[in-house]
């Protein structure tokens, strides 16, 4: 037999991979099967994560913050915010837009001519086969190609006049749900430019006394942004260890030496083995951690200095619009040197990223962003290298002769290596987006977006070209011809070989294998397992089994995984693979955009049982991503008009070119479309927004009000200031640091602005849980 020269390579990847997979699996096993030896402490750490979520406002300190119900309507209501309620409106609209293109294709094969329905699908065969297929094909596709000319201009119309009007229908959701409600946003305004001030100085209440003497306001609050990076993990331990204080359960806890701990009796040998190693590698380390004191902590905050930005928090939202009405009228205030702007803002103090104010400027930005799109492009070339090569290698070497095609393997590795190549973008991008240093979590998820979208795309296209190529020789070497009888190697340029019919229909089927299940289904199918499933259930298994694992260590390790807005660059990236599919013949079309419309419906119920469910609480106020999410689709539209210019031509349309220039023409239909478009969102759109009540419904609602039932707070979210107010400002109480799941450690103290107080919020029942069934009820040590 003829054999690969690579063949033994590939069998010992394959093994090496058996090999890691069976040691995982006989873990799991062995995990799922030890007994429960640390029942009590478990319990408590799940309270905590359940704690975490996605809960009403407090009413009066009852502790009742109860969960959202699991099928709230999230197009309606907005338990996590104006923006998620917009996110989830979007994913509803995609839902449509795709079960409506993929039915009216079905219309409109059902109506015309049945042939549409699988006009490029049918497999390759013999040479005879094959020749006929064409012949069947060309003919076919070109008498029904005003067909696809028809649809294409009704799907052009309704996806950019949807686009348009979805954008009117979003603005004016967000502007009613903001004119109705209060939220903490309302009673801010950023403070700019300020000067760089020791923190030996009581800035704080100086710049407060500033602004209130000169604007005659009243000011609740300041909450300085500070420089501290050099310190950001000092400062982090030091709130951690007074929180813990503040619990007598984890304060005991944190005092027991768990090295000392024996490890449980009875178990077996290949148990006690595997508990061993996951307890050198897990377990705390025998050295304490190094904590400053209250004394070494209180001179860092003396050295550090201040950024060049603070936010002042006053009592209501007409005070606040008074405050920096004068400001702008006066042209600034004087404040140590500096003239200090107010300004307005629409972000909540949770996506507030307070160490990046001192730590990255905007030049520093820019820098780090081109430093991350190198390091997008490496992991795109890691990709192709690694993962894409080696499939391209093998479907090439693949013989192909007397109508053979590759096999079910060869489907399931190119649906690997996609989501492979789709996971590698999605890590890289997050990472980038997080090294630049965004000073709010709105901007870091629109550039994710655009980053991910992007590079996903690019790897949509080195697929593309090297099918194109792949494809080609493969043509070539079996002796395909043209609908004219011309071998392929005779045709002259590269768009009438792509509109050939051998090429149309094997780059209509690997354009149809990336988007689905590879891109559609597949990640979204894995995705409750990595980020939700999997993670609670080895804390679950390595807490349970290990009780030398107590206090804070064992709540993190159930700690719920926090979510974002990474969704919208999922949703483009389908839209722009299903669309694709109109370059080539028609038969995948309604199966793609009714595929898209189902994948998309089941992943908005996953997302909203992850929001309401399985991840920490989370707010979005503004539309930004969702705005930057419109935008994008401008670019979407535009490759669905550059599809309709490329089928029209030579159908009698006015316009018939070869060659380059149609790639050029296509090329410039999809840039007119996306500048007109994005220029229509930037000035039409909001002509047709709601205009502002003259009234505010809401106008009796202050901060005081706001604060008392929202645990997160301009005060309460800031390290620093909460660091200060203990050792600097030594208030009583001092104004906690909010951690998500301990809301019910903060305190009240009215001259410092802090007014939540609330009782610890009911907790689920997990007795139920395969790990916790035979749980009796220990006392903890």
Same mark, same amino acid.
């Given at each position: 037999?003829?054999?690969?020269?690579?063949?033994?390579?590939?069998?010992?990847?394959?093994?090496?991979?058996?090999?890691?997979?069976?040691?995982?699996?006989?873990?799991?096993?062995?995990?799922?099967?030890?007994?429960?030896?640390?029942?009590?402490?478990?319990?408590?750490?799940?309270?905590?994560?359940?704690?975490?979520?996605?809960?009403?406002?407090?009413?009066?300190?009852?502790?009742?913050?109860?969960?959202?119900?699991?099928?709230?309507?999230?197009?309606?209501?907005?338990?996590?915010?104006?923006?998620?309620?917009?996110?989830?409106?979007?994913?509803?609209?995609?839902?449509?837009?795709?079960?409506?293109?993929?039915?009216?294709?079905?219309?409109?094969?059902?109506?015309?001519?049945?042939?549409?329905?699988?006009?490029?699908?049918?497999?390759?065969?013999?040479?005879?086969?094959?020749?006929?297929?064409?012949?069947?094909?060309?003919?076919?596709?070109?008498?029904?190609?005003?067909?696809?000319?028809?649809?294409?201009?009704?799907?052009?119309?309704?996806?950019?006049?949807?686009?348009?009007?979805?954008?009117?229908?979003?603005?004016?959701?967000?502007?009613?749900?903001?004119?109705?409600?209060?939220?903490?946003?309302?009673?801010?305004?950023?403070?700019?430019?300020?000067?760089?001030?020791?923190?030996?100085?009581?800035?704080?209440?100086?710049?407060?006394?500033?602004?209130?003497?000169?604007?005659? +306001?009243?000011?609740?609050?300041?909450?300085?942004?500070?420089?501290?990076?050099?310190?950001?993990?000092?400062?982090?331990?030091?709130?951690?260890?007074?929180?813990?204080?503040?619990?007598?359960?984890?304060q005991r806890h944190n005092t027991i030496?768990?090295?000392?701990?024996?490890?449980?009796?009875?178990?077996?040998?290949?148990?006690?083995?595997?508990?061993?190693?996951?307890?050198?590698?897990?377990?705390?380390?025998?050295?304490?951690?190094?904590?400053?004191?209250?004394?070494?902590?209180?001179?860092?905050?003396?050295?550090?200095?201040?950024?060049?930005?603070?936010?002042?928090?006053?009592?209501?939202?007409?005070?606040?619009?008074?405050?920096?009405?004068?400001?702008?009228?006066?042209?600034?205030?004087?404040?140590?040197?500096?003239?200090?702007?107010?300004?307005?803002?629409?972000?909540?103090?949770?996506?507030?990223?307070?160490?990046?104010?001192?730590?990255?400027?905007?030049?520093?930005?820019?820098?780090?962003?081109?430093?991350?799109?190198?390091?997008?492009?490496?992991?795109?070339?890691?990709?192709?290298? +690694?993962?894409?090569?080696?499939?391209?290698?093998?479907?090439?070497?693949?013989?192909?002769?007397?109508?053979?095609?590759?096999?079910?393997?060869?489907?399931?590795?190119?649906?690997?290596?996609?989501?492979?190549?789709?996971?590698?973008?999605?890590?890289?991008?997050?990472?980038?987006?997080?090294?630049?240093?965004?000073?709010?979590?709105?901007?870091?998820?629109?550039?994710?977006?655009?980053?991910?979208?992007?590079?996903?795309?690019?790897?949509?296209?080195?697929?593309m070209v090297t099918t194109y190529y792949v494809a080609?020789?493969?043509?070539?070497?079996?002796?395909?011809?043209?609908?004219?009888?011309?071998?392929?190697?005779?045709?002259?340029?590269?768009?009438?070989?792509?509109?050939?019919?051998?090429?149309?229909?094997?780059?209509?089927?690997?354009?149809?294998?990336?988007?689905?299940?590879?891109?559609?289904?597949?990640?979204?199918?894995?995705?409750?397992?990595?980020? +939700?499933?999997?993670?609670?259930?080895?804390?679950?298994?390595?807490?349970?089994?290990?009780?030398?694992?107590?206090?804070?260590?064992?709540?993190?390790?159930?700690?719920?995984?926090?979510?974002?807005?990474?969704?919208?660059?999922?949703?483009?990236?389908?839209?722009?693979?299903?669309?694709?599919?109109?370059?080539?013949?028609?038969?995948?079309?309604?199966?793609?955009?009714?595929?898209?419309?189902?994948?998309?419906?089941?992943?908005?119920?996953?997302?909203?049982?992850?929001?309401?469910?399985?991840?920490?609480?989370?707010?979005?106020?503004?539309?930004?991503?969702?705005?930057?999410?419109?935008?994008?689709?401008?670019?979407?539209?535009?490759?669905?008009?550059?599809?309709?210019?490329?089928?029209?031509?030579?159908?009698?349309?006015?316009?018939?070119?070869?060659?380059?220039?149609?790639?050029?023409?296509?090329?410039?239909?999809?840039?007119?479309?996306?500048?007109?478009?994005?220029?229509?969102?930037?000035?039409?759109?909001?002509?047709?927004?709601?205009?502002?009540?003259?009234?505010?419904?809401?106008?009796?609602?202050?901060?005081?009000?706001?604060?008392?039932?929202?645990?997160?707070?301009?005060?309460?979210?800031?390290?620093?200031?909460?660091?200060?107010?203990?050792?600097?400002?030594?208030?009583?109480?001092?104004?906690?640091?909010?951690?998500?799941?301990?809301?019910?450690?903060?305190?009240?103290?009215?001259?410092?602005?802090?007014?939540?107080?609330?009782?610890?919020?009911?907790?689920?029942?997990?007795?139920?849980?395969?790990?916790?069934?035979?749980?009796?009820?220990?006392?903890?040590?």
């Open positions: 037999k003829c054999h690969s020269q690579h063949v033994f390579l590939f069998y010992g990847i394959g093994v090496l991979l058996v090999v890691i997979l069976v040691i995982i699996v006989i873990w799991v096993i062995n995990m799922v099967m030890r007994p429960l030896y640390n029942g009590a402490v478990l319990l408590r750490s799940l309270e905590y994560r359940s704690h975490q979520k996605l809960r009403k406002g407090a009413r009066g300190g009852d502790g009742d913050r109860d969960l959202w119900p699991v099928f709230t309507n999230m197009i309606k209501e907005a338990p996590a915010g104006a923006g998620m309620m917009l996110h989830f409106n979007f994913q509803g609209a995609v839902i449509v837009w795709g079960l409506c293109i993929g039915l009216g294709w079905v219309v409109l094969a059902a109506v015309v001519d049945g042939a549409l329905f699988y006009l490029g699908t049918r497999k390759y065969g013999s040479p005879r086969e094959n020749c006929i297929l064409v012949a069947w094909g060309y003919a076919t596709q070109q008498r029904l190609m005003w067909t696809k000319v028809l649809f294409l201009v009704c799907a052009y119309t309704f996806t950019f006049v949807g686009a348009i009007m979805f954008a009117i229908r979003q603005l004016r959701i967000f502007q009613e749900f903001d004119s109705k409600h209060k939220t903490m946003k309302d009673f801010v305004a950023m403070v700019q430019n300020m000067p760089q001030i020791s923190g030996e100085t009581l800035v704080e209440n100086e710049l407060k006394d500033s602004i209130s003497s000169a604007t005659s +306001v009243p000011v609740v609050g300041v909450s300085v942004a500070w420089n501290y990076k050099e310190y950001e993990e000092d400062f982090e331990k030091h709130l951690e260890q007074k929180m813990i204080r503040q619990d007598p359960v984890l030496n768990t090295s000392a701990i024996p490890k449980p009796d009875g178990m077996g040998f290949l148990t006690s083995i595997l508990y061993d190693l996951e307890r050198k590698a897990l377990a705390p380390s025998e050295e304490e951690e190094d904590v400053m004191t209250g004394k070494e902590m209180k001179e860092k905050l003396k050295s550090i200095e201040t950024s060049h930005t603070a936010f002042a928090v006053f009592e209501t939202e007409a005070l606040r619009d008074r405050a920096v009405k004068y400001v702008e009228e006066t042209g600034g205030l004087d404040f140590n040197g500096n003239k200090i702007t107010l300004e307005a803002i629409l972000s909540e103090p949770d996506t507030v990223q307070w160490l990046n104010f001192g730590n990255a400027s905007f030049a520093e930005q820019l820098s780090r962003l081109f430093i991350g799109f190198g390091a997008i492009f490496l992991a795109l070339c890691f990709w192709s290298l +690694v993962f894409y090569a080696p499939y391209a290698y093998a479907v090439m070497s693949f013989n192909y002769a007397n109508g053979q095609q590759p096999g079910p393997i060869y489907g399931l590795a190119f649906s690997m290596v996609v989501v492979m190549g789709n996971q590698i973008m999605y890590e890289v991008c997050a990472r980038v987006s997080d090294y630049v240093g965004f000073r709010f979590s709105d901007s870091k998820a629109v550039c994710y977006m655009i980053l991910f979208t992007v590079s996903c795309l690019w790897n949509v296209l080195v697929d080609e020789q493969i043509m070539m070497e079996l002796g395909f011809r043209t609908f004219n009888g011309k071998m392929l190697d005779e045709v002259p340029t590269f768009t009438e070989r792509f509109e050939t019919y051998a090429m149309q229909r094997t780059l209509a089927e690997n354009t149809f294998q990336y988007a689905f299940p590879s891109t559609f289904l597949i990640p979204f199918l894995l995705e409750p397992i990595a980020t +939700v499933l999997g993670p609670l259930m080895a804390g679950v298994w390595i807490v349970g089994s290990h009780p030398e694992i107590k206090g804070r260590e064992a709540e993190n390790w159930v700690a719920a995984i926090p979510i974002d807005l990474g969704r919208y660059a999922d949703i483009l990236l389908n839209m722009v693979l299903a669309i694709l599919i109109f370059y080539f013949p028609g038969g995948y079309t309604h199966t793609l955009f009714i595929a898209l419309g189902l994948c998309h419906l089941y992943i908005y119920a996953m997302d909203q049982y992850k929001v309401l469910r399985s991840v920490p609480s989370i707010t979005v106020a503004t539309m930004q991503v969702d705005w930057w999410a419109q935008a994008m689709l401008a670019p979407v539209c535009g490759i669905v008009l550059s599809c309709l210019v490329f089928k029209a031509n030579c159908q009698g349309h006015g316009y018939c070119i070869q060659g380059m220039p149609l790639v050029g023409i296509c090329t410039a239909a999809f840039w007119v479309h996306t500048i007109v478009h994005f220029l229509l969102l930037l000035y039409v759109v909001p002509f047709f927004g709601k205009p502002k009540p003259e009234e505010d419904p809401c106008k009796d609602l202050g901060y005081k009000d706001v604060a008392s039932v929202m645990p997160c707070s301009w005060l309460t979210t800031n390290p620093v200031h909460c660091l200060r107010s203990q050792l600097i400002y030594k208030h009583s109480p001092p104004c906690r640091f909010w951690f998500s799941g301990k809301e019910h450690m903060l305190e009240v103290n009215e001259k410092i602005g802090s007014y939540f107080t609330d009782k610890i919020a009911t907790g689920e029942s997990f007795k139920q849980m395969h790990s916790l069934k035979s749980f009796r009820q220990q006392e903890e040590d």
